[in-house]
């Protein structure tokens, strides 16, 4: 049984990616909000939730305990709740992890609105945790599944990416944990 920790899960796409993820076989989902009364009941429903603040490291520490991957799907003070993250699975001896970051944010000057998610990439690729950092582009509600993914220092192509798209990405680095292992992935809808 493979055990997935989903931080942020009332986020719009951790919500997708709940949807995405409950399908996969001998897959147990542990949800990490700060208020699970955010969450519909259709999702939540045969997941373990644990209502808690990434700020605070001993909540966070608890929700990574016998888990086997851990997505982050945050915004807020990225670069302190991602070194929680880290250090609580490096306590608990938890090796996998995927994050959501954003993209633009190797451009120069950077801007101000993407210093955080710029901190999250650092920090765990500074890790040494076995991790995947996704750079979406820009959010869509569209009902599609159309992405491609540009590694780390190659341009950034495509366009404005559908929450369901990322989703499914992230149950198939799910599903296949060994996938994309310590790389730092563009991803978008083709253009």
């Not at 409950?22 to 644990?50: A, G, H, V, W």
């Not at 495509?158 to 929450?163: K, L, M, N, Q």
Request: with cysteine.
């Amino acid at each position: 049984m493979k055990k997935v920790l989903i931080i942020g899960a009332t986020g719009s796409l951790a919500q997708y990616v709940i949807e995405a993820v409950k399908p996969l076989e001998n897959t147990e989902i542990t949800l990490f909000m700060r208020n699970k009364n955010r969450l519909p009941k259709y999702l939540s429903d045969n997941c373990r939730m644990i209502e808690g603040d990434a700020l605070n490291f001993n909540d966070i520490k608890k929700a990574v305990k016998n888990q086997d991957i851990v997505y982050i799907n945050l915004d807020g003070d990225l670069e302190k709740m991602s070194k929680n993250i880290v250090r609580a699975m490096k306590e608990e001896h938890v090796e996998r992890v995927i994050a959501i970051s954003s993209i633009g944010i190797y451009g120069k000057p950077l801007r101000p609105v993407l210093e955080p998610y710029r901190k999250l990439a650092d920090v765990i690729e500074d890790s040494g945790l076995h991790y995947t950092i996704l750079r979406p582009d820009w959010f869509t509600n569209n009902d599609e599944i159309d992405y491609a993914v540009t590694l780390k220092g190659s341009p950034e192509t495509g366009s404005a990416i559908s929450r369901r798209s990322i989703a499914d990405f992230v149950s198939k680095l799910i599903n296949y944990p060994n996938l994309y292992i310590n790389e730092n992935l563009g991803i978008s809808k083709p253009a």
